[in-house]
C-alpha cells in the first residue's frame, strides 16, 4: 500500500502550480478565443438586427404601397363606375331624343296625309257635285224637252243612279 499512498497523497507546489495553469489558460483562452468569437457573435447579431430592421422597413413600404393601391383601385372604380353611369345617362337620353324625334316625325306624315286625304275628298267631292251638276242639267233639259209621265219620271231617276254608280 505504500505505493498507492504516493498516488493519493497532495503536493501544495503541484497543486499551486496546477492551479497556476489553469489560471493562465483561462486567461488566454479568454483572451484568445472568446473575445473574438463574442466580436464575431456580436457582429452577426448587429447583421441579423440590420436585416430584421431592413425587413421591417420593406414591410411597411409594401404595406404602404398596398394601401396606395387598393386607394387608387378604389378610385379607379369609382372612376369607372361614373362613366358607366354617364354613358347610360347619355343613351338613356339619347334614346328619348330619338324617340321624340320619330314621335313628331311620324305625328307630321300623319298630319301631310290627312291634309291631303282632305284635299282629295274636296277634289272628289267638287268633281262629284260637277257631275251631279251636269247631270241635273242633262236631265232638266229633257224633262223640259218632254212632259214627263210618272214611268219617264222613274226611268229618269234609275238613269241618274246608274250614272252617279258608274261615276263613282
Partial sequence: MPQYQELISIAPWEMISQLCNLLILTLLVKKFLFKPVQKIL??????ADAVMAEARSAREQAQAMQAEYEQSMAGARGEAARIVEDATRAAGQRSEELLAEAAA???RIKERAESEIEQER????NEV???I?????EIASKVVERE???KDHQALIDEFIK???DAS
Fill in 122 to 125: 274636296k277634289k272628289a267631292l
Fill in 42 to 47: 456580436a457582429e452577426r447579431q448587429a447583421a
Fill in 148 to 150: 214627263i209621265d210618272e
Fill in 133 to 137: 251638276g251636269g247631270m241635273a242639267m
Fill in 163 to 165: 250614272n252617279v254608280g
Fill in 105 to 107: 316625325s311620324a305625328r
Fill in 129 to 131: 257635285k260637277d257631275e
